[in-house]
């Protein structure tokens, strides 16, 4: 039987752990070759790549500062020189530090706010300038931006400088839809509730249990599965869009909290 990315040629950014591996084993899953990329994790990306390996796929994994634009050359290089082309990016990688906004010393304040945003949107800011290159010149390409509902209203306390990168994923993703549609190149934003990772926190997750409908946090598979649509050409007639996964927040549903 066919898979759904058979043949396809993947990055994932940040894919040594939590959404960013389960999106990896997902595409290898359905037939794509994965390029695993981690900043700290190596022992953790060879983990991925040996299990990809295992279920018959194929992975390389390339060790790359996203904020980094030479680091993010390379990754690119790396890829191409292997594969020859990149059909799928899913720009995964990203940090989150909590700092309230009145109640953090504004150094530090000033400080998170800085390497979030050169992580969290320089960093795809990176990807998809380099990526796209390749993707022009083949007149397709699938990009998919890991957003949070955090960027698009619902927040934690202590997570305004967070909350803001992840609301300019949601316009780059619109803004990037509109100037690469006529190059055959979809981009669309995940945007995720809670999901059982390394950055997520106990009390957080029960929070988030509480308040939605379906009564619990999502898996970092909950999100691959929607990330496997977005990158096959099941979905090919979507761009522009962010798609929120995260159980039917109760907060945004009705006022009976
Ligand atoms: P995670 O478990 O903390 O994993 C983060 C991944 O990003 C790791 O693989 C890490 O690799 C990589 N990474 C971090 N900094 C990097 C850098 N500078 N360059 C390259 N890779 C880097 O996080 P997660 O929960 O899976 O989050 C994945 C995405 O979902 C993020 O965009 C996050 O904002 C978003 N999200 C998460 C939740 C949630 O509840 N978990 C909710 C909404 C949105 P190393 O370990 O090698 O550094």
Known sequence: MARRLDGKIAIITGSSRGIGRAIALEFAREG?????????????????????????????????????????????????????????????????????????????????????WEVNVKGVVYCCKEVVKHMVKNRYGKI???????????????????????????????????????????????APGMVLTDMSTPEGVELARKRCVLGRVGSPEDIARLAVFLASDESSYITGQVIVADGGRIDYLTHSL
């Open 32 to 116: 794509a070759k994965v390029c695993i990329n981690y900043a700290k994790s190596e022992d953790m990306a060879r983990q991925v790549v040996e299990e990809i390996k295992s279920l018959g796929g194929e992975a390389l994994m390339i060790r790359a500062d996203v904020s980094k634009l030479d680091d993010v050359k390379q990754l690119v290089k790396g890829v191409i020189d292997r594969f020859g082309r990149i059909d799928i990016l899913v720009n995964n990688a990203a940090i989150m530090f909590r700092g309230d906004f009145l109640e953090t010393e504004d150094e530090e304040f000033y400080r998170i706010l800085d390497r979030m």
């Open 144 to 190: 998919i931006n890991i957003a949070s509902i955090a960027g698009i209203g619902t927040a934690f306390p202590g997570t305004t400088p967070y909350a803001m990168t992840k609301a300019a994923i949601v316009i780059l993703t619109r803004r990037l839809a509109f100037e690469l549609g006529p190059y055959g190149i979809n981009v669309n934003a995940i």
